[in-house]
Every structure is written in structure tokens, then in C-alpha cells.
């Protein structure tokens, strides 16, 4: 008897498991193409150096070649970013149309079917995925063809499985728009959505919320961990006003000495916090006006 309801569980089990965890999705067949202008491919190279580089760029060829990413538990599998240079072998960028391209920024779906949350930006304004395939197209050099693979991504079972289950594409919402260059706080929002800051500086990268960023679980208090250098685990600071435990003290210019040039008021800023040369001064005064208007949160992170 004790057997039998045993087994009579693992199938139950079992069963769950397979109805919950889907791994292929419907991707897109459309026939979008993306408009180039000189205007376009700089603003692009603005976003894909503020967006996409820090996953997929390799400062020591200063190409996007990928990278592997260390902050999956080894137990998942191992990962690695794309190449999206126009390497004819190993170049991801050329085997995806344009359409394929804004439909996996902003659903997250690869064009094989896949879930892939990296990439997922559900309110990204449709002028900034045009601008940013812009510049992937381009002859820049840091997307000159490099063959080099710094690996490819395999996840093991429970990695499948723990996929299977968190996989939540966003819907495609076609006619976002950008907000004004003069709404300080809208565009400070937009961009600490879309490049991703609270990713980093929320309380874990597996309770984002990406349709309503600012719903994540502790939004911008800080305390997700990485695996910095040498091994060493570094929390995300905590960037809410917070005078004590936040940003409450930083001056415009000591925030823009942070996020520009790695240089907060007292020390020098560890990866994975990138210097994000190519945000213009506008657009990081855009985020120090955002960042002062949401609730301070008092959440004492340490530094490494
Ligand atoms: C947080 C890290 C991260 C960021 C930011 C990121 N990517 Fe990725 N990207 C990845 C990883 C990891 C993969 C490989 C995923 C896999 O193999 O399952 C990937 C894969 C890709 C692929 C290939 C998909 C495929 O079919 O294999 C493309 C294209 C891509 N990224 C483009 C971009 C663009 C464009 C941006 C910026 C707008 C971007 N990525 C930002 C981590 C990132
Ligand atoms: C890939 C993860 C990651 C991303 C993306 C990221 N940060 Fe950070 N950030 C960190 C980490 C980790 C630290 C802590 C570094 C240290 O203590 O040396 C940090 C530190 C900071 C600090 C210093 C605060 C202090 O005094 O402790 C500021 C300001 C900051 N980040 C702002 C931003 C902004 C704005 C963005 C988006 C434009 C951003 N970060 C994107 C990981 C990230």
C-alpha cells in the first residue's frame, strides 16, 4: 500500500513537472527591417555599449566575442554569452533577421524557441531596438568577424528543468516610445530599466520583475551577489536615496564620477559594476533625478 501511494506520487510528480515546464516557444515570422541613418548607428552604439557590452564584450580584443557567464551555479550547466561579431562560423548576429532580433529583446525568445532571459526588455522603445540592430549590422570594428568561441552554453538537467519553470517570455508590445529628452525622471526610469541597473541592484537577479521593473523585490536596495574577481562574492550597493545606507549623500557630479568612471566618493567600484562611458551626461543626470524620487530604503550592503 505504502508503495503503491508512493509511486502514485512520483507520477503526480512527475506529471507536474512535465505540464510546467515548457522549453519551446512560438517565435516570430514577421518581416520587420530596421531603417539605418549615421544618427541611428551612433545612438546604437550608445545602447549596445551600454546595454549589451557588459555580457557581451571582451575588453582585452575589444570585440563582442561573449563571455562565459559566472554567476550560474555550476549544478545548472555552464553558459555562455553569444558572439555577435560577423564571424560567418561563429557569429550568432547574422543567422537572426532584424525581426527575429527585436522579437527576442522584447519577449526574451530566441529564434530556435528558447527563453533566454538575459536579453529581455518587454518596455524597450522601438526606436532604441532599431537603432541598436543598426549598429550589430555595422562595420564597426568591435564586431569585426572574430572566431573565436569562448564556449557554448549547456545546462544539465536540473538546469532544463529550473528553466522549464521560471521560463516567462513577455508579450510583444509593438509602438513603445522613448521618453522625452526633457522628462528627466521618465527617461532616468527608462534607462535604469533598459540598461538594466536594477537587475544588478535589486535584491536577487531571480526576482525581477521585468514587465514592472519597479515591483522587483527590493527594488534598487541592493544585496544580489556576484562572483567578482578572484572568486570573491561582491554585493550590488544599495542606489536608493537612503542617507546612510543608499545614495542619499551623493552630489550629481559624485554620481556621475560613479557610473561614468568606476570612482565612488571613498573607493574605487569592483566588477561587475561597469564604467558606463558611452550614457551621455544627460542621460546619467536622468538617472540621479529618477533615482532620487523612489523611496529611500535603509539596507546596509557591505563592501568587499
Ligand atoms: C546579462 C547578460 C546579457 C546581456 C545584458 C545581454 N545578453 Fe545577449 N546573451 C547572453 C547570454 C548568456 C546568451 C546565451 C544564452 C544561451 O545560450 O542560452 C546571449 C545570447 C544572445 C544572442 C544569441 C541568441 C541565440 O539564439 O543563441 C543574441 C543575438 C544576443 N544575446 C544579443 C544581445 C543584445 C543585442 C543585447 C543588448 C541589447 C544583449 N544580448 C544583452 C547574455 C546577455
Ligand atoms: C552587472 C551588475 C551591475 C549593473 C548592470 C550595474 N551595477 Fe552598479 N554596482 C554593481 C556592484 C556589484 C556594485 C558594488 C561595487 C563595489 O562595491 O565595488 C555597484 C556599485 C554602484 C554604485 C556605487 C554605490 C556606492 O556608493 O556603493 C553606483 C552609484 C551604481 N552602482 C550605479 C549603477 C547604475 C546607475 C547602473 C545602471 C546604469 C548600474 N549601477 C548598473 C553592479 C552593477
Known sequence: MKYKSL????????VIVIISCKTHFETTKGDYKASASPARFEHGKNMVFSVCAGCHYNHGVKKFIGNPINDVP?????VYSANLTHSKTNGITSKYSDAQLKYLLKTGISKDGRFMAYM???????????????FLRSNDPALSAADTTVGLTHYS????????????PAPYKDGLKR?????????GRYLVDNVGCYHCHSKSLKSLNSINPEQTKGYLAGGATFKGGQGMEIAASNITPDKNSGIGNYTREDFRKAVKDGLAPHRKLKPPMEK????SDKEVDAIYAYLMTVPAKYHVVKHL
Not at 7 to 14: G, R, Y
Not at 74 to 78: N, Y
Not at 120 to 134: C, G, H, K, S, Y
Not at 276 to 279: D, P
Open 179 to 187: 521618453p522625452s529628452e526633457n522628462d528627466a525622471i521618465a527617461l
Open 276 to 279: 558606463f562611458e558611452y550614457l
Open 7 to 14: 509511486a502514485a506520487t512520483s507520477l503526480i510528480m512527475a
Open 157 to 168: 538537467l536540473i538546469g532544463k528543468t529550473y528553466l522549464g519553470f521560471k521560463a516567462d
Open 74 to 78: 555550476g549544478i545548472a550547466g555552464k
Open 120 to 134: 529581455l526588455r518587454p518596455n524597450m522603445a522601438d526606436e532604441d531596438i532599431n537603432d541598436i540592430i543598426v
